[in-house]
């Protein structure tokens, strides 16, 4: 027989992954609660915000039983993650299965990271096509490529040693600004602006803002609130970045 103490974390692993990996609030509490419901609980209540997870839940012939994560950090994308996750969430609401043998397909998800080599190429090719799709040449292009490499590596090593996303925003965006500026006046055929537009898309925080409104009017205010005023934050952290790096090299 089955109980909540057996479900319980590895419902809090499932929701922390999905937030972790871009999903709306909206979908991690259904998830969750269809999940509950689909193992044999008969009373389902999950709280999630950005920071934290809570789940109660109550099996036959138990007390209600709750449990409450701490979200650090929920800010990622691995839409590939996500879609692998809802997968799981369907099979197991159609097919129920032991705790223990959903834990074991949760985490051969959950260990696989996108390879860096795909996270590079994917900077690439979205950098050198914004820059080429607002009215940059073969050249701005390339040199948004270059920046997009620059990115790619201060996400691998200097984020895990900032305080925070913030921080990390506007030290990215200046020392990428810093490197366009110098690679401008290195080479003055360059475009400035549309080297800049290419690589600043590949850190502005559209998907989280674009979450935060969807929370927002389907109910979720509180956390939509908290997305929106975390991705007004970064893209004024970005924006202050690389306009610092324009000061700095007299570009404006």
Not at 51 to 71: C, H, K, L, N
Request: proline fraction near 3%; glycine fraction near 8%.
């Amino acid at each position: 027989m089955q109980t909540s103490k057996e479900f319980l974390r590895i419902f809090l692993d499932m929701g922390e992954a999905l937030l972790s990996s871009g999903a709306e609030i909206f979908r991690v509490e259904d998830t969750l609660n269809r999940m509950g419901y689909a193992c044999g609980a008969t009373q389902m209540n999950v709280f999630v915000i950005t920071s934290s997870i809570v789940i109660t839940m109550e099996f036959p012939g138990e007390g209600a039983r709750t449990q409450t994560r701490r979200i650090r950090e929920s800010y990622g994308n691995d839409f590939t993650k996500l879609e692998q996750l809802n997968d799981l969430s369907r099979r197991f609401c159609n097919h129920p299965i032991p705790a223990a043998e959903l834990k074991k397909e949760f985490d051969e998800i959950n260990i696989n990271k996108t390879k860096q080599l795909w996270k590079l190429m994917g900077s690439i090719l979205g950098a050198c096509s914004f820059a080429l799709f607002y009215g940059g040449s073969i050249p701005d292009a390339v040199a948004a490529g270059l920046g997009a490499v620059l990115i790619w590596g201060l996400q691998k090593y200097l984020r895990p040693v900032c305080m925070n996303e913030v921080t990390f925003q506007f030290v990215a965006s200046f020392i990428t600004g810093c490197a366009i500026c110098l690679l401008t006046l290195l080479c003055p055929f360059l475009s400035m602006d549309k080297i800049m537009i290419g690589d600043i898309m590949l850190l502005i925080p559209g998907l989280m803002s674009t979450n935060a409104i969807r929370d927002v009017l389907i109910g979720d205010t509180l956390s939509g609130i908290i997305r929106l005023i975390a991705a007004l934050l970064l893209a004024a952290a970005l924006a202050l970045g690389f306009m610092g790096a324009v000061i700095l090299f007299g570009r404006f």
